[in-house]
């Protein structure tokens, strides 16, 4: 499994108060980057190509119930806090569960500084902590998928009421999730994902969780000054980050593996991971924010691609079978399963062996064409049996073979007569030798995709 860098100062903080925490590390580095990432989003925005585009990491904490989901949510919290000032308390809501709440929301707070010193601000920081009530709702509203697609990627989003029109540019909204992986798997669909709707959202499987000796002990104190500076340096005006030229040749091969790796993975699992590349760059643009920086160099981009890349492998193991087709199993007949019990008996069985398995009555069974009923008596005074065959030509598998046996009185039913007649079982002693068709010796496979081996 792939070990992410926990970089710049968040990740020094993260690394500082890990020893603390009955969680995963991960899920606070994770968390707190997506806060960080809207927090400068209203500014700051990354650039390849000559096209800005927005910094804005959406991320899902995903495990069960008690793996410190929340626990993560509360250490990210505690490491920015006291950097990012008031942000977090003013611009952090949840609940959003339709199109039109989104763009609502956005628009009031946009509204509501649009004549203040700072000028307009349209971040916000959303977080589930129980997604999955919210996807349970939002699949009524046809649009909510669109105006989630228009948020990450940054363009205007809208809204037409009675009153007045709504109308946001440039949002800076985050989502951060949580959710177990069964609830993954159900509500976060492959039709969703292969639209774009989920697959711009980071999912991280959660480690499981340490347990400390003394649950009393605090988290000690962050020094925040440095990424507290970080922060008015990214807020103070527009900045666009780009590549620095020690990092485009890895930036190469970050492109190469998404390409790559999406052709060769089944589609049900390559839909979630289309957009590699693109949240590699926008991860080490976060990076490069916190180290005030407007160029990403080639150590923050690897430090970016081992977080990307561990989200890769953990979006293939959520929707590891997706591509696997549902095989909807047919009831048998009451024919099959007659001929089931019998030749599961050797090719003959009794009504005591057929008729409580099958939920039949004897006249039902009689009344198939491809079985044969015979009434046997053992001796002169012995009860007679009745006895089910399958027809000549009808037996999907060939009976097993009979042991020789004595001569039996068999009594068959015709017409309502009874004729006795005496069979005897002579074993035929020619066998046809079988024929053995052995299988081709196994070709090794070759890996066709060297990326592979980095899931």
């Known amino acids: 499994m792939n070990t992410p860098v926990l970089y710049g100062p968040i990740g020094r903080a993260v690394r500082k108060i890990a020893p603390f925490l009955e969680a995963d590390a991960l899920g606070v580095y994770v968390a707190a980057l997506s806060m960080w990432s809207a927090a400068i989003g209203g500014t700051v925005k990354v650039s390849s190509r000559g096209n800005a585009r ?34 977090l308390a003013t611009h952090t809501t949840s609940g959003i569960t339709s199109g039109a709440s989104m763009v609502h929301h956005l628009w009031q707070q946009q509204e509501a500084t649009a004549e203040t010193e700072a000028g ?27 105006k989630l697609r228009a948020a990450w990627d940054g363009t205007t989003l809208r809204n037409t009421t009675k009153e007045e029109a709504q109308e ?9 999730s949580h959710i177990t992986p069964s609830d993954w798997a159900k509500y976060v669909g492959e039709s969703e994902a292969a639209g774009g709707s989920y697959n711009r959202i980071l999912p991280f499987l959660l480690g499981s969780v340490p347990m400390l000796d003394d649950d009393r002990v605090s ?35 970050v492109r190469r593996y998404a390409r790559i790796l999406g052709e060769t993975l089944p589609e049900g699992q390559a839909v979630f991971i289309e957009r590699t590349a693109e949240q590699t760059l926008r991860v080490a643009a976060c990076l490069a924010a916190s180290e005030c920086s407007e160029t990403i160099t080639e150590e923050m981009l690897s430090a970016a691609f081992t977080l990307v890349r561990r989200s890769v492998q953990d979006a293939v193991r959520i929707t590891k079978g997706a591509d696997a087709p549902k095989v909807k199993r047919q009831p048998l007949s009451l024919a099959d399963k007659v001929r089931a019990r019998i030749e599961m008996h050797g090719g003959r069985a009794t009504s005591s ?39 000549d030509g009808d037996s999907r598998h060939a009976a097993l073979p009979k042991e020789p046996g004595p001569a039996k009185r068999t009594v068959m039913e015709s017409n309502g007569a009874k004729v006795v007649q005496m069979d005897a079982y002579r074993p035929d002693l020619k066998e046809t ?18 990326f592979r081996a980095l899931l």
């Open 54 to 87: 927005p910094v804005l990491l959406w991320s899902a904490l995903v495990a069960g119930t008690g793996r410190g989901k929340g626990t993560a949510l509360r250490a990210a919290l505690h490491v920015l806090d006291r950097s990012l000032g008031r942000f």
């Open 120 to 146: 307009t601000d349209r971040r916000c920081v959303v977080v589930e902590e129980e997604w999955t009530e919210v996807l349970k709702r939002v699949k009524r509203d046809p649009s909510f998928t669109t």
């Open 168 to 176: 946001v540019r440039d949002p800076a909204m985050v989502l951060h």
């Open 219 to 253: 988290l000690p104190e962050v020094d925040g000054r440095e990424l507290s500076d970080a922060y008015g340096w990214a807020t103070a005006r527009p900045r666009v980050i780009t590549l620095a030229e020690d990092a485009r040749p890895l930036w190469r091969i």
């Open 353 to 391: 062996q057929v008729l409580p398995y099958v939920g039949a009555s004897a006249s039902e069974v009689k009344a198939l064409p491809e079985i044969v009923v015979t009434v046997e008596r053992s001796g002169k005074t012995g009860r007679p049996a009745t006895v089910f065959t399958v027809r």
């Open 433 to 450: 030798p079988v024929q053995v068709k052995r299988s081709p010796a196994p070709v090794p496979v070759v890996a066709a995709n060297p």
